[in-house]
């Protein structure tokens, strides 16, 4: 039997094709994505582990200098086929956390079952989305049920498992006059989502990803078709506008920005659900609307959109929550620090 190997990954292709076949398949664990940190001038780690002819598991990460504390981030991963794969990837990303002195690793795995990491804590902080909000596309459920035929759903049945007022809200849009595009030159319309976005953090008061990022994001994705740039459309005047990632029968509705002048006028909900639609005509099987608010919550920034997201139906996915590999005594000095930002925060 040959020994389970691990080294850095050098076959995009090989990559993809593992990270397709997985259950879930977050696209931020793509090695696109990893150009889309290069291009921003984080150089990507990619680990992966082979048993023989097959790969049983990948891990991408970037180095964060941080003013609270230098650290390996690996978002959404690592992907394990096999849980022995674990241990050899992380000692991976501990060795090299360690030649670029950093003080910790921190994980966001995408594991719907809650699961140890060795010698983890949990984060005083998430890194990414925990509690998800998505529509299963087919039955039966496929981040439920990994095997099994699946059956597509049909446009009528999703419309109709929408929240009444959302549904009367989809039609509000269209009679009102406003258009949705799927824009056919992404980066040239990316400016109209740019304006958005700063207006939406401004108005919400958010930290937002840079405009080199979200450039960069469109410029790599976009060419192989896994990124869609819709524009909604009002008297002419572009009022609200997203950006969603296609992967492995993944939708993901990853930005939003619409702007407060129209306000009334609900193009986002009309946006959703032509961006719904175009995920079944692919034969996609799961709409992933990213973050939500955990229940009870008061002041969490996702409290705002949990209406909105869940009033399109669909089901919660809870994941793991955020963990910690501590590598030097520096660690704890940012553990204190980031505990005290949660209190102030109140989430």
């Given amino acids: 039997m ?5 080294r850095e990954a050098q076959n995009q292709q090989e990559w993809d094709s593992f990270l397709a076949h997985q259950q879930c398949s977050p696209f931020l664990q793509s090695w696109t994505m990893g150009e889309v940190y290069r291009s921003i001038g984080q150089n990507p780690l990619r680990l992966r582990v082979q048993n023989g002819e097959a790969i049983t598991g990948i891990c991408q990460a970037v180095v964060v200098s941080a003013r609270r504390g230098k650290h390996l981030s690996v978002p959404y991963g690592p992907i394990c086929s096999d849980v022995s794969a674990l241990e050899l990837l992380l000692r991976g990303l501990e060795d ?7 003080a910790f690793i921190r994980l966001s795995p995408f594991w719907p079952q809650e699961r140890m990491i060795p010698r983890s804590k949990p984060a005083p902080l998430h890194l990414l989305a925990e509690h998800l909000w998505y529509l299963p596309l087919t039955e039966p459920d496929a981040w439920q049920q990994e095997q099994g035929e699946r059956t597509p759903r049909g446009e009528e049945e999703m419309f109709m498992q929408l929240r009444k007022t959302t549904r009367n809200l989809v039609r509000r849009a269209g009679k009102d006059g406003v258009t949705i595009e799927a824009s056919q030159h992404p980066l040239e319309d990316l400016p109209f989502f740019l304006t958005l976005h700063d207006e939406t953090r401004k108005r919400h008061g958010f930290a937002p990803y840079s405009d080199s990022f979200f450039r960069a994001q469109v410029e790599h994705f976009a060419p192989r078709n896994e990124c869609t740039l819709y524009l909604a459309r009002y008297n002419g005047e572009v009022i609200a506008a997203s950006i969603h990632m296609h992967m492995a029968g993944e939708t993901s509705y990853h930005h939003g920005a619409s702007t407060h002048r129209h306000s009334k006028v609900p193009a986002s909900y009309l946006l959703q659900w032509t961006a719904i639609c175009d995920a ?10 990213w973050g939500i608010a955990p229940e009870g919550a008061t002041k969490h920034p996702f409290r705002g959109v949990t209406t909105f997201k869940t009033g399109f139906g669909g089901s919660l ?10 590598l030097s005594p520096l660690y704890y000095g940012t553990r204190a620090f980031e505990y005290v930002r949660k209190w102030r925060r109140g989430f």
């Fill in 317 to 326: 996915l809870t994941l793991t929550h955020c963990m910690d590999v501590p």
């Fill in 280 to 289: 079944l005509k692919r034969g996609d099987h799961i709409y992933n609307f």
């Fill in 2 to 6: 040959s020994p389970m190997d691990m």
């Fill in 96 to 102: 090299h956390a360690k030649e670029q002195q950093c």
